[in-house]
């Protein structure tokens, strides 16, 4: 592997994989207005007006999300909370974690006081989240453009001030070139890495794990985990791996949705998707009491075959991240984990591709649990099709003759496609009343 590699896949990593709390979109709409609040350096009492513009695909993310600590949902209350804790914005996609009843009070007010208006762009195909907040003696922006924390601008009065930008580099850019490399150099990275330079991957593990213990505690609070518990086979040790996974990952996902107060790391820009690409592969890890070594590098492949996939879908996009990307990743981390070589694992991201293309996203919420179930639940059984051999046909559907092939033909599908799909899905969504 040439050096110039080794550095992007070493940036690539650091970059991807970070902590959030509560779903990213809502993160970043608390990010911008916290940005803005704190240019304007007025009381919250102060302020007369709060202007959000997002793009198509955050206004759908973020409309029926739970905002971490505080029972509210949506995009006008994230924007609320980031005008009231804008001395936490260097915590960055962290800065709803634990609110203070203070802070949650100043951001009800607002809303209550109708001080908060929000409006999506139609047709951007990037994230922007673009907050305004006016007093009566001043005025403050904030941008945030192309990935959830990347701060473009800031100012006040319109003359500009410092930006906080946690990411520095266009997620364009890094994207392209993820494209163009060859998949097999991302295997070649995660067998000859030293770990003991990737702290991030003990943490992300450490993280979601800690997260998913704290859900299952929380479980008498979760719809869907709890029925799935109760309809399980009575010792969760005894489950089948399969069905451990997906329970797992289920009640985590629904928990997640619905605002529980912990952080998790994040993967291509997305909580949900640092967690499906996680759970599966610790679990099979434990089952098979895989060495420490072994785990490890298969979470490194399993995040880093979530960023290929997204480099082709796009950070956000009209189909469903956690099962086009966090599931396949997993399944191809549980394909190391089980001793596949590079071929197996080219057929696990084959076989699943194939298989899930049609998985729309229609917003994060406490849904995207049961279609979180169904990916990994794919990404354990075609794990074992893909250990022997068993692919699907590149004659058939979508599938190209390799998986970049396979890839550029559901990018394809989704750019030429689907371009009014989030559109169609918005439109339905504001359709609906408060009380659906």
Do not use: W
């Not at 994040?266 to 098979?288: D, F, H, R």
Request: net charge negative; aromatic share 4%.
């Amino acid at each position: 592997m040439q050096d110039a590699d080794l550095l992007f896949l070493k940036r690539l990593m650091i970059r991807e994989v970070v902590p959030a709390t509560g779903c990213t979109e809502v993160g970043a709409v608390a990010l911008a207005t916290g940005c803005a609040m704190q240019a304007l350096a007025d009381p919250v009492e102060k302020i007369e007006e709060v202007l959000l513009e997002v793009d198509e695909r955050t206004y759908k993310n973020g409309l029926g999300v739970g905002i971490p600590g505080t029972g509210e949902v949506g995009l006008e209350f994230a924007a609320a909370m980031g005008v009231a804790s804008s001395k936490y914005v260097n915590r960055g996609l962290q800065i709803l974690e634990n609110p203070s009843k203070d802070t949650i009070n100043k951001a009800k007010a607002l809303v209550q006081e109708k001080k908060i208006h929000l409006a999506r762009t139609p047709y951007v195909k990037e994230i922007l989240v673009l907050a305004k907040i006016r007093s009566h003696a001043n005025e403050a922006c904030a941008v945030i453009r192309g990935s959830h924390d990347h701060v473009v601008s800031v100012e006040r009065n319109g003359k500009p001030c410092h930006a906080i930008s946690f990411q520095e580099e266009e997620v364009g850019e890094i994207y392209n070139r993820v494209k163009g490399m060859d998949y097999r150099t991302l295997i070649e990275f995660i067998k000859t890495m030293s770990l003991t330079e990737y702290p991030i991957l003990r943490q992300a593990m450490d993280m979601n794990m800690h997260f998913a213990e704290k859900a299952m505690e929380d479980l008498s609070n979760l719809e869907m985990g709890k029925v799935m518990e109760k309809h399980g086979e009575p010792n969760a040790n005894e489950r089948r791996l399969p069905s451990r996974i997906q329970h797992l990952t289920a009640v985590v996902v629904e928990a997640r949705m619905r605002g529980l107060d912990f952080p998790v790391m994040a993967c291509a820009g997305s909580g949900n998707q640092g967690l499906v690409a996680t759970i599966p592969v610790v679990e099979t890890a434990k089952a098979m009491k895989a060495s420490h070594e072994h785990l490890l590098r298969a979470l490194a492949l399993s995040y880093l075959t979530t960023i290929y996939i997204k480099s082709f879908t796009g950070l956000l996009s009209p189909v469903c991240g956690c099962g086009l990307a966090a599931a396949v990743g997993a399944g191809c981390g549980i394909v190391y984990l089980l001793g596949g070589d590079a071929g197996q694992i080219e057929a696990q991201i084959n076989n699943m591709v194939g298989t899930m293309a049609g998985m729309i996203c229609d917003g994060a919420k406490s849904g995207c649990s049961l279609k979180a179930l169904m990916a990994v639940g794919l990404a354990v059984d075609s794990a074992y099709l893909s250990l022997e051999n068993v692919r699907i046909p590149e004659s058939e559907g979508i599938m190209g003759k390799g998986i970049l092939e396979t890839l550029k033909n559901l990018q394809r599908i989704i750019e030429v496609g689907m371009p009014t799909m989030d559109s169609v899905i918005v439109e339905l969504m504001e359709t609906k009343s408060p009380k659906d």
